[in-house]
């Protein structure tokens, strides 16, 4: 069964930095993609940023592009989000999220954690 | 303002047929194909179709995913109180290099 385990969220001041964490298990974790996709409160759901199976290719949402960078540990089962220069903005649950396929532009997101808070405010 | 253009809202009655409409352009779904999700109160989003209209083992033929040039639709027959919730649409953009989401449709059964 395919797990994914969100930690790392929480309150933190504007302009400050938060490392979030995804624990994968039940697949072979190098094989796929990995993505993180947040949904503010009371708001819809927002592509944050994938990276590819084995560190490959990196992309990222416009609205993060270059305060947050995605990164994975294929050695631990993990995935992280470093997110710096935070802003009231980015205030959602933050999901980890399994890529379906090799291609990004023809793959689902097939499997979903249940997601970390991340506040922020003064 | 989303790329990807939903109703925030619709309805119907046990055992009806309700259809969510998800409109955008050539750079998503007129090129790619479309994902569906659905997404219960304080919980994480499960995927519902992939593909454009194809169902993830265990998802209820009950569900169906359409597409017609550059908007697409999910269709749920035999209505139940169980499928309420909120159900968003997806895609690639070849010109954000993204995934993009509609807003979500919040499905209200009478």
């Known amino acids: 069964e395919v797990q994914l385990l969100e930690s790392g969220g929480g309150l933190v001041q504007p302009g400050g930095s938060l490392r979030l964490s995804c624990a994968a298990s039940?697949?072979?974790?190098?094989?796929?993609?990995m993505s993180w996709v947040r949904q503010g409160p009371g708001k819809g759901l927002e592509w944050v940023s994938v990276i590819g199976g084995s560190g490959g290719d990196t992309k990222y949402s416009d609205s993060v592009k270059g305060r947050f960078t995605i990164s994975r540990d294929d050695s631990k089962n993990t995935l992280y989000l470093q997110m710096n220069s935070l802003r009231a903005g980015d205030t959602a649950v933050y999901y980890c999220?399994?890529?379906?396929?090799?291609?990004?532009?023809?793959?689902?997101?097939?499997?979903w954690g249940q997601g970390t808070l991340v506040t922020v405010s003064s | 303002q989303s790329v990807l253009t939903q109703p925030p809202s619709a309805s119907g009655t046990p055992g009806q047929r309700v259809t969510i409409s998800c409109s955008g352009s050539?750079?998503?779904?007129?090129?790619?194909?479309v994902y569906w999700y659905q997404q219960f109160p304080r919980a994480a989003p499960k995927l519902l179709i992939y593909?454009?209209?194809q169902r993830p083992s265990g998802v209820p033929d009950r569900f169906s995913g359409s597409k017609s040039g550059t908007s697409a639709s999910l269709a749920i027959s035999g209505l139940r109180s169980d499928d309420e919730a909120d159900y968003y649409c997806s895609t690639w953009d070849d010109s954000l290099s993204g995934w993009v989401f509609g807003r979500g449709t919040k499905l209200t059964v009478l």
């Open positions: 999220v399994r890529v379906s396929g090799y291609y990004y532009d023809s793959s689902a997101l097939d499997y």
């Open positions: 050539s750079s998503n779904i007129g090129s790619k194909y």
């Open positions: 593909r454009t209209d």
């Open positions: 039940g697949f072979t974790f190098s094989s796929f993609g």
